[in-house]
């Protein structure tokens, strides 16, 4: 199936929940433009009304008057990460015990790396023998947080964001830190919202107290981890243009295009927008240890590479909504392609890709990737599970559809 046409990129539910959560703890109205509608996003808005904020609008304009109270009832971030990881760390500002849950695969990835920061920083933390539900209690006292950046980046995040309302001056030390990307994006947004965060050398992180959040209006740009499939899509089957991304942006999946030159695929960078044309690939190498979100989309494209491509950061994959390493191995082997996994390597060995009936696992990204890799198969390839494109991305298949030809 060829593709051509324009899309526009779906908001970053990175960047929307983190602006949301800020507004929410901001002095103020502050008006978000652009949120989106993801499950993510949706979820980070109940669990701010939840916390005492008033939020008015859609996807399109949020309108959040801040405010921090205790919750009348737990706290549920659906199936994201990152709310569960940033709102364990807000809610700990307060001074009497916070209850926060999840669904789906959440519930089964382990807290500590929530806990052990909050706990040297003065927080009661109680969960489920390391899982889900967890309770949080503060006041968030401050001091010195060791911390192990290997497996996620999203609880520094939530230490970050929670700090200024600290007792006393906090300063975080993260060791094997693989995110940076993501910490510089919650710092640049803390920014944004005028509380300032001091980077010393080693990946150590001051922040001093008693600063304040403030309101403002602020522009969620587009998501580059969404986009990163469009944008495969035009390489692997035809032409491609993805409207409102930033070139310039901070979010780490903005390495899409990295890979894609690597692999000989013709790019036009535009201000604001991104053109992707079909060219002939080649197998390629590439670290994604910082951006472990690309893995599907890269391994779509490396399906379509005649030949071996290797991708390092395959340790980054296990927590994520299904064990992403293993679950890409057997729904591209449905489709005819061999993906061997040797420690924190993968290798995908490109090959035609055959019609076959595969399974997202609940996992958003597999179910597109599943999706843009049908684009290049010799017949139908169904989906099971496809819906769970609406955690990240609502309007995939919309999108998708949109820009299918005939051949």
Known sequence: MAV?????????KSVAQRAIALACLANGQSIIYNAGNSNDCLAAIDICKKLGAQISGNGSML????????????????????????????????????TLTGSGTLT?????????????????????NGKLPITVQGPLVGGV?????????QAITGLLMASPYAKSDVTIEVGNLSSRPYIDLTIQIMRDFGV????????????????NYRACEYNVEGDWSGAAFMLVAGAIAGH??????????????????????????S??????SIVVRKASLKPFDFDARNCPDLFPPLVALAANCNGQSRILGVDRLHGKESDRALTLQQEFGKMGIKIDIIGDLMVVNGAGINSASTHSHGDHRIAMACAI?????NGPVEIDGSEAVNKSYPNFFDDLYKIQIDN
């Open 373 to 377: 890799a049908a684009l290049a198969a």
């Open 4 to 12: 051509k046409g324009t899309v526009q990129a779906p908001a970053s």
């Open 196 to 211: 300032r965060v001091d980077k010393l050398p080693n990946d150590i992180y001051h922040i001093a107290a008693k600063q």
């Open 240 to 265: 491609v243009e993805v409207i409102n991304l930033n070139p310039k942006s901070l979010q780490a999946d903005r390495a899409i295009l990295e890979a894609l030159m690597i692999a000989g695929a």
């Open 145 to 153: 947080a060791k911390v192990d950046g290997s497996v996620s980046s």
């Open 63 to 98: 309108t959040i008057n801040g405010g921090l109270v205790s919750p009348k009832e737990t706290l549920n971030c659906g199936e994201s990460g990152l709310s569960i990881r940033m709102f364990s760390a807000i809610a700990s500002i307060l001074d009497t015990p916070v």
């Open 108 to 128: 089964d990835r382990p807290m500590n790396m929530v806990t052990n920061g909050l706990t040297q920083l003065g927080v009661k933390c109680i969960t489920n």
């Open 267 to 272: 790019l036009s960078i535009k201000e604001g």
